[in-house]
C-alpha cells in the first residue's frame, strides 16, 4: 500500500509585545503545534512610527513554531481572535516556507488524533508580496543598519541577540577576526524593497564595513498585523 503523502509544513513566527509570548505559545500547544521557540527580541521603530501604529512599547517576544501548511488559516484566525493582529500596534504574524524537515517532524504535527487537517486553503492571499530580509551584524551596528533599511523606506524591524560559533574556521576564511556577540535584524518589507534594501544595507554595513554584516532574505507567505503599511 502506498504511503500517505504528508502536508508540507512551514515555519510560523509571531512577533508580539514581551509577556505575551508564553501565551502564543500556549495556544499553539493547544492547536497541536508543539515545536515552540521563544526569543526575547526588540522593535527598533522610531517614536512617531510607534505612535503611527499606536505601539506602546519596544520589547518583543518572538515565537517560532511549525505548522502544517493546510492549518495555516485556521491557526492564524484563532491567534488573531485571541491577539489581534488585525489591530494596529498588535504584534505581527508570518510564515515562511520550508523546503526540508527532520522526518519525524511531520508524522507528529500530523498524525491520526491530532487537529483536523483539511484540505489547504490560502485565504491570506500575501504570497509573493513581502520579503523577511535577516541581517546579521555584529554586536552595536543595529543603528547602522536601520538608518540605510530606513533610507530605503523600511520602517522598522526586530532585533534578536545571537553570538557566533565556528569562529576560528571562518576568520581563516574571511581574513580578519570575527566578533562572537551578533545581532540579528529582521524586516519585513514588500518584495518590490527587497533589492534596494538589501543593496543600501550591505553598502552601509556589510561584510566589508565594520559591522561585518551578512544579509540574507526568505519568501513570506502568509502575513497579518502589516494592513495599515500595506495599504499605503
Aim: glycine fraction near 10%.
Amino acid at each position: 500500500m502506498a504511503q500517505a503523502t504528508l502536508p508540507r509544513l512551514k515555519l510560523l513566527a509571531a512577533i508580539v509585545d514581551r509577556d505575551k509570548g508564553e501565551a502564543a505559545a500556549g495556544l499553539f500547544q493547544q492547536e497541536g503545534l508543539y515545536f515552540d521557540f521563544l526569543c526575547m527580541g526588540r522593535g527598533t521603530a522610531n517614536s512617531q512610527i510607534l505612535d503611527y501604529f499606536g505601539l506602546s512599547e519596544t520589547e518583543k517576544d518572538v515565537v517560532l513554531t511549525l505548522v502544517p501548511a493546510p492549518r495555516v488559516n485556521e491557526v492564524i484566525r484563532l491567534a488573531d481572535e485571541r491577539f489581534h493582529f488585525d489591530r494596529p500596534g498588535r504584534g505581527i504574524l508570518f510564515t515562511v516556507p520550508l523546503s526540508a524537515v527532520s522526518g519525524q517532524v511531520p508524522r507528529v504535527l500530523c498524525k491520526e488524533g491530532g487537529p483536523e487537517v483539511k484540505k489547504e486553503e490560502n485565504n491570506v492571499d500575501t504570497a509573493g508580496r513581502w520579503a523577511l530580509i535577516v541581517v546579521v551584524v555584529n554586536r552595536g551596528n543595529v543603528d547602522a543598519v536601520m538608518d540605510a533599511a530606513r533610507s530605503r523606506g523600511a520602517r522598522g524591524g526586530t532585533v534578536l541577540h545571537a553570538r557566533r560559533v565556528g569562529m576560528e574556521d571562518m576568520e581563516k576564511v574571511l581574513g580578519f577576526p570575527v566578533q562572537p556577540e551578533k545581532e540579528i535584524v529582521a524586516i519585513l518589507a514588500p518584495q518590490e524593497h527587497k533589492r534596494p534594501l538589501m543593496e543600501a544595507i550591505s553598502e552601509a554595513a556589510g561584510i566589508t564595513t565594520e559591522a561585518r554584516g551578512v544579509l540574507f532574505a526568505l519568501p513570506v507567505e502568509d502575513l497579518i498585523g502589516l494592513q495599515a503599511l500595506a495599504a499605503e
